[in-house]
T-cell receptor, first 113, second 114 residues
């Protein structure tokens, strides 16, 4: 049973480009969470999704960021027109939606140059 | 979710028990205590969680005080690979079908010394 898979592991984008980060939850998990960790800082919650629904996006920046978790396929975190301040590690976690601990992926490290 | 307070850093000798404290004095009756750790540049790793009884698994033990206002994570025989940031998180018991997000604080940087 594979864990939470995130790809790519490392992503380099120039300012103004789009970044697409993918997360495949563990088998049987229908709840996905995205977190961002800026350099030397803690993890900050961004968004919580279930299949085809955004449950809580209170941590998402108001502009340029969007997330989806379609019926088929991985969850996608999209950052449009990236800026240097978007450089961070982005972690995805999944759960079964009950009182269980989350399982985190290894993260995608985005570098904006 | 209740706020938690942890010391910013701790050292522990290899092979000795590491005892990581956490204060959560405003915890309510239906909030769980979770512990995660993050080894440098990796994704957080679940360790253990509990409500009011002490818990033990293959990784650690969780001791929760009777009034539930504090807890201690115990790594019985720390190794160098246990060097990480340890996060104590309190989360409201979820309702059926939903699972609230975890809110990470600053955690405790545990350094296991050879």
């Amino acid at each position: 049973n594979a864990g939470v898979m995130q790809n790519p592991r490392h992503l380099v984008r120039r300012r103004g480009q789009e970044a697409r980060l993918r997360c495949s939850p563990m088998k049987g998990h229908s709840h996905v969470y995205w977190y961002r960790q800026l350099p030397e800082e803690g993890l900050k919650f961004m968004v919580y999704l279930q299949k085809e629904n955004i449950i809580d996006e209170s941590g998402m920046p108001k502009e340029r960021f969007s997330a989806e978790f379609p019926k088929e396929g991985p969850s996608i975190l999209r950052i449009q027109q990236v800026v240097r301040g978007d450089s961070a590690a982005y972690f995805c976690a999944s759960s079964m939606g009950r009182d269980n601990g989350y399982t985190f992926g290894s993260g995608t490290r985005l570098t904006v140059v | 979710d209740a706020k938690t307070t942890q010391p910013p850093s701790m050292d522990c000798a290899e092979g000795r028990a590491a005892n990581l404290p956490c204060n959560h004095s405003t915890i309510s009756g239906n909030e769980y205590v979770y512990w995660y750790r993050q080894i440098h540049s990796q994704g957080p790793q679940y360790i253990i969680h509990g409500l009011k009884n002490n818990e033990t698994n293959e990784m650690a033990s969780l001791i929760i005080t009777e009034d539930r206002k504090s807890s201690t994570l115990i790594l019985p025989h720390a190794t160098l690979r246990d060097t990480a940031v340890y996060y104590c998180i309190v989360r409201l018991q979820i309702s059926s079908g939903s699972a609230r997000q975890l809110t990470f604080g600053s955690g405790t940087q545990l350094t296991v010394l050879p």
